[in-house]
């Protein structure tokens, strides 16, 4: 979608409801490698996916070290660099 056509203040405020929410996460991750316990679990496969399309965008983020330390760490499983970490260049808009 062109700029012209984009809403920023709603794209702006589910930016913000997003990362409040992913305070949660960070919360956690202050205290462990993973969400549910100290080993990779299902829990990280479904938040995984959405924090590569997270850091994929180009957005101005919030500061969230224990998210952006959790997301490298998932960015060295090899699964996870095959499988999700996938280039998302043939659903944005030619330039």
């Given amino acids: 979608m062109?700029?012209?056509q984009?809403?920023?203040?709603?794209?702006r405020l589910a930016i913000d409801?997003?990362?409040n929410n992913l305070m949660i996460a960070e919360g956690?991750?202050?205290?462990?490698?993973?969400?549910?316990?100290?080993?990779?679990s299902l829990a990280d496969i479904q938040f995984g996916?959405?924090?590569y399309r997270y850091y994929?965008?180009?957005?101005?983020?919030?500061?969230l070290p224990?998210?952006?330390?959790?997301?490298?760490?998932?960015?060295?499983?090899?699964?996870y660099r095959e499988h999700v970490a996938i280039?998302?260049?043939?659903?944005r808009p030619a330039t």
């Fill in 17 to 19: 409801q997003f990362e």
């Fill in 28 to 40: 956690i991750l202050t205290t462990r490698d993973y969400l549910a316990s100290e080993y990779f």
């Fill in 56 to 63: 994929d965008i180009d957005i101005k983020r919030k500061s």
């Fill in 2 to 4: 062109s700029a012209p």
């Fill in 66 to 79: 224990y998210i952006e330390a959790y997301y490298k760490r998932l960015l060295k499983r090899p699964a």
């Fill in 49 to 51: 996916h959405v924090l």
């Fill in 6 to 11: 984009q809403d920023v203040e709603a794209i």
């Fill in 87 to 91: 280039s998302y260049d043939e659903l």
